[in-house]
């Protein structure tokens, strides 16, 4: 089978390489689609010691069940492969559980390729009306949806005023979340013009660059920190008003920026976000179909051969769109 084959830091290769054999609980997916996240940049740079070359890398994908009794149904796939009798995943919170893993992690190879093996529990059936392209945006989607319901949970507040810091696909999928659950306003913070211009069409979110714009200290009851940088972790204590919540999505490496003092004067909660539950995936998938989400202006298709190009030009900063998509078939 074809595969996108990462070989070393800032190497990815197409190449053949063997189809993979489900086994007991699993099936076999036809990938049609499968998304570029900033985890697979991370390990494209060499910077992440779980993902050791050569690898098939990628998560975020959907296609057709290629074995078993629902042989031809399409699926959007959860990546988390969860022992489901642990006790996080009894509570509801099978994304905490230290038994989870995913793909794109060794053992168990990725989804940049025509096949990739799940356990038939983690698919997800896609509408008809929904194209798989579409639905292999479920996965980043389930991680904007699980940031923003739970830091609404915390905040206890209807239609906030939102910040989400950061324009790609999960800033920009939390910001169209925020919409759909109705918040008062909604500002994105974003430094790249092109990504600032994809979302000029989008009714009711407000991009700024924030090295140019400073709305103020105190200026949102909720803020969305999609890039977990120092100096976003800056922005968002001074932004955030007393009372209010941060919900620290990124990964960017680091723990300096926030000021605890204020957080402490101001009983500010921050909160980690990390993937998703169930609940939330079905969510995400269930909004992608509604169209809750609006046109999806913000993400670009590519073929999966392309994808050693899609991966240096989104090293170079050259492209405007939040996500790239690979399309296998």
């Not at 007393?242 to 490496?253: D, M, R, T």
Request: hydrophobic share 45%; proline share 8%.
């Amino acid at each position: 089978m074809r595969a996108l084959v990462y070989t070393g830091p800032n190497q990815m290769i197409v190449t053949d390489q063997p189809r993979p054999e489900p086994g007991e609980g699993e099936v076999l997916v036809a990938v049609h689609a499968v998304g570029i996240c900033g985890s697979d940049m991370h390990a494209y740079h060499g910077h992440d010691d779980r993902r050791p070359a050569p690898l098939v890398l990628g998560h975020e994908a959907a296609g057709l069940i290629a074995s078993g009794p629902r042989k031809g149904a399409r699926v959007a796939i959860n990546p988390l492969v969860v022992d489901p009798d642990c006790p996080a995943a009894l509570a509801g919170r099978p994304h905490l559980s230290p038994t989870r893993a995913i793909i794109s992690m060794p053992p168990r190879p990725g989804a940049f390729a025509e096949y990739v093996t799940i356990p038939e529990r983690n698919l997800l059936n896609v509408p008809d009306s929904l194209s798989l392209r579409d639905a292999a945006l479920s996965e980043p989607v389930a991680v904007s949806w699980h940031a923003m319901r739970i830091g609404l949970e915390r905040l206890g507040q209807p239609a906030p005023r939102v910040l989400v810091q950061g324009g790609g696909a999960i800033g920009v999928a939390a910001a169209l979340i925020a919409r759909h659950m109705g918040a008062a306003s909604i500002h994105l913070a974003e430094p790249h013009a092109g990504r600032r211009a994809m979302l000029e069409g989008e009714d009711g979110i407000e991009t700024f660059d924030p090295l140019a714009h400073d709305p103020g200290e105190s200026a949102f009851d909720l803020v969305i920190d999609a890039v977990g940088a120092v100096a976003t972790r800056q922005a968002a204590s001074r932004m955030v008003r007393p009372g209010g919540v941060i919900v620290h999505v990124g990964l960017l490496p680091g723990q300096e920026g926030y000021d605890i003092r204020r957080i402490t004067l101001q009983e500010i909660t921050i909160t980690g976000s990390y993937c998703y539950t169930p609940d939330d995936f079905a969510a995400a998938l269930n909004a992608l179909a509604q169209g809750a989400l609006g046109r999806l202006a913000w993400v670009e298709a590519r073929a999966l051969e392309q994808g050693p190009q899609a991966f240096a030009d989104l090293d170079s900063g050259r492209v405007d769109a939040a996500k790239i998509v690979l399309e296998v078939r």
